[in-house]
């Protein structure tokens, strides 16, 4: 790799060489046999990934893409967005913009969605749809998924959309078990791939909704996704430099083995929450809701966040997040996303504290 900075903000992520290779391969055709080929070699891997026996599909868009495209897809009568952050926030503005009836269950930001808020709103009756990010990157709150599912899986009309765009591959999320209708990744994250990039499953039911449901598009369409993937072909020309990243990281994931890559991420994260305990700050997501790939530092010392993000990239060639939307410089953000081991949060940990003294 050319000397760089290299990213700890909470994606995109540092993307290794040997990703790069594979982002590099020579091109081929979208309907070409060797495509299909690429989407078989990652196919069962993804439905594994994603814990689900259904269709996995391949997006040419970021994450929002494909947030969007579930409204359309899915909601037909009136969708509730859970919002806890920036982006959760953003859901309801965007359900909206799709022409939604669309409500919001907003609890502040720091906190987590409460199931027991979320089944009193369900049972009004007024809504068949519910979103929620599973770990809201701005503020650093991992929501307790299995316990909204279980929540949601009460209501049969009602279906359920959950971003797992900071938490996919990092945490297991398995979607058929948890009863998720649509669950979706972005590819900058913990895949650590390069950004522009999605991954997403979708249940029966909201297939079936899907079919009923007008003004759906073309290029977001789940049904013309799903009639593709049946012959492993996207509906539009992808990104296959993508997929060919992808099928390397794949790779990388499955050698490593799941479990390890989760503890890898549970270590790198305890490192780094031991850092802020031990450097006198405090965290800015609630006790008991803290996101596993990255952290969301309180700024309790009041130090000039701007000054710190700046000597650690002049001096140190490592890149942090001051803070999001309006915590900005209340707070700051360290991600353990992707390929980081304990070694390489420990040298940005030790940088810290060289630019902090
Ligand atoms: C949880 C979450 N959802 C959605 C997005 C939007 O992703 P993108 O900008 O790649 O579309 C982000 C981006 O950081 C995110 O963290």
């Known amino acids: 790799m050319p000397p760089h900075d290299k990213l700890f903000i909470p994606g995109p992520v540092e993307v290794s060489e040997k990703t790069w290779a594979a982002f590099r391969r020579p091109m081929i055709g979208h309907r070409s046999e060797a495509f299909s080929a690429l989407y078989r070699s990652v196919h069962p891997r993804l439905q594994t990934l994603f814990g689900t026996k259904q269709p996995v599909f391949l997006s040419t868009s970021s994450a929002w893409g494909v947030m969007e495209a579930a409204i359309r897809n899915v909601v037909a009568r009136r969708v509730l967005n859970c919002m806890c952050g920036a982006f959760s926030d ?14 919001p269950l907003q609890v502040d930001w720091s906190k987590h969605i409460d199931p027991a808020a979320l089944d009193e709103k369900l049972a009004t009756g007024d809504f068949d749809a519910v979103t929620l990010i599973h770990n ?9 998924v299995a316990e909204i599912c279980a929540v949601v899986r009460r209501y049969p009309g ?14 297991p999320i398995p979607m058929d078990e948890l009863g998720i209708d649509v669950l979706l990744t972005g590819s900058q994250k913990a895949l650590a791939l390069p950004p522009g990039f999605s991954v997403f499953s979708v249940s029966e039911k909201a297939f079936a909704r899907a079919e009923k449901q007008k003004d759906r598009g073309y290029y977001f369409d789940f049904l013309e996704f799903k009639k593709n993937q049946e012959n492993d072909m996207t509906p539009t020309t992808p990104s296959i430099a993508h997929i060919h990243a992808l099928e390397s990281k794949l790779d990388d994931i499955f050698t490593e083995g799941l479990t390890t ?17 031990r450097a006198g700050f405090d965290f800015f997501a609630e006790d ?3 996101s596993k790939t990255l952290t969301c530092v309180r700024n309790t010392r009041g130090i000039d966040v701007p000054k710190l993000a700046r000597d650690l990239r002049e001096k140190h060639r490592l890149v942090i997040d001051p803070g999001y939307g309006k915590i900005k410089g209340q707070t700051f953000r360290l991600s353990n996303m992707g390929d980081e081991t304990e070694e390489t949060v420990s040298i940005l940990l030790a940088s810290l504290d060289s630019c902090i003294q």
């Open 261 to 277: 890559r989760y503890e890898r991420h549970a270590r790198t994260n305890a490192l780094v929450h031991d850092w802020v305990r």
């Open 288 to 290: 008991g809701y803290r």
């Open 136 to 144: 809201e990157t701005s503020t650093g709150v991992m929501n307790p």
């Open 90 to 103: 953003k859901w309801l503005d965007v359900s909206r913009r799709c022409g939604k009836q669309a409500e």
């Open 158 to 171: 009602i279906l359920l959309i959950v971003d797992t765009v900071s938490s996919f591959s990092a945490v």
